[in-house]
């Protein structure tokens, strides 16, 4: 959706569509103490941070020669990084799975 740039509404010529969300007060407060645990202003924000999480273990992983083998602590650090992108998404899911469109 597009944003007309004169008054900051919604340009409902372009196909696109207003949807409205209730957040209840709980899912409020948790998108309030998650959205600051990781420092983001939106879902936007939260998506982002993921991205960036799992692009970041993706590179480790690729960086990785394919004929040396990989130690128990290497794996185990790959797998914390992986836990941190998991664990996000599952606070994500929590936050906002008590959202319900209008």
Excluded at 33 to 59: C, M
Aim: hydrophobic content about 35%; aromatic content about 8%.
């Amino acid at each position: 959706m597009s944003l007309n740039s004169t008054t900051s509404l919604p340009n409902l010529a372009d196909g696109g569509e207003t949807r409205c969300w209730h957040y209840p007060p709980s899912a409020l407060q948790r998108e309030r103490e998650l959205l600051r645990k990781y420092g983001v202003e939106d879902f936007s924000g939260l998506l982002a941070e993921t991205h960036l999480l799992l692009a970041g273990l993706t590179k480790v992983m690729k960086g990785f020669n394919p004929d040396i083998r990989v130690k128990g602590y290497v794996i185990s650090s790959l797998g914390s990084l992986l836990e941190q992108s998991v664990t996000l998404v599952s606070r994500m899911q929590y936050v906002y799975s008590n959202v319900k469109q209008i």
